[in-house]
């Protein structure tokens, strides 16, 4: 199993809704990524988990709160975000947590959010 | 800090023709380099990669040549598929950098038949 998988592909939230993206790989990968891809833009990097503790928040408002609740599951939840929020969300993962620079990541098909 | 600058799309070719994407990078320490591709609807996968100066990176009929006297990474291909249609990003990353990837703003190629 080469694959991260990501629920749902597709979600639609009011401004007030509580939701969560979820993720999840069976590779034993020990490190877990959040990236936010906007429409025509590269992937931009939120938040960085290493052996289930989160190493990484590129300043990420609060509205967005990663969990890791054991080592094959990564999830994101989102409240009261907004409509600038609408992007693409990948999730990835890679072997090494300390960043092995001959490393590759392994992206999921990622979440399309959309927030009216 | 680290960047990387490719080179601005569209790109559109006729299936057959020969592909260059350009890509020249600036990185505060020694950097890996990789192409990824994303295509429709879907995430990124990696394409190919080099981890060392003069190192070739190939795979699905795509090269790219690790060159550090001009800080580059050029992808090629030398008869591109209708299939090959996608979103081409170039990425470093920095060793000790918790493996964060600067990617560049991708490229979109158009393949027509």
């Known amino acids: 199993d080469t694959e991260v998988t990501q629920t749902p592909k597709h979600l639609v939230m009011g401004m007030t809704n509580k939701k969560s993206l979820k993720c999840e790989q069976h590779?034993?990968?020990?490190?877990m990524y959040w990236y936010k891809q906007k429409a025509k833009k590269p992937p931009e990097l939120m938040f960085v988990y290493s052996y289930e503790k989160l190493s990484i928040n590129e300043s990420v408002p609060s509205r967005f709160s990663p969990e890791c609740p054991n080592s094959s599951l990564l999830n994101l939840h989102l409240h009261a975000l907004q409509p600038e929020d609408s992007a693409l969300y990948l999730c990835?993962?890679?072997?090494?947590?300390?960043?092995?620079?001959?490393?590759?990541?392994?992206f999921g098909s990622g979440t399309q959010l959309s927030v009216l | 800090g680290d960047s990387v600058t490719q080179m601005e799309g569209p790109v559109t070719l006729s299936e057959e023709a020969c592909l260059t994407i350009n890509c020249t990078y600036t990185a505060t320490g020694y950097p890996s380099l990789f192409w990824y591709v994303q295509y429709p609807g879907e995430g990124l996968q990696l394409l190919l990669k080099a981890t060392k100066a003069d190192d070739k990176g190939s795979n699905k009929g795509f090269e790219a040549t690790y060159r550090k006297e001009t800080t580059s990474f050029h992808l090629e291909k030398g008869s591109v598929q209708v299939s090959d249609s996608a979103v081409y990003f170039c990425?470093?990353?920095?060793?000790?950098?918790?493996?964060?990837?600067?990617f560049g703003k991708g490229t979109l190629l158009t393949v027509n038949p």
């Open positions: 590779m034993g990968h020990r490190a």
């Open positions: 990425a470093l990353v920095v060793g000790g950098s918790n493996y964060k990837l600067t």
């Open positions: 990835a993962s890679s072997f090494s947590p300390q960043g092995r620079t001959n490393e590759k990541l392994f």
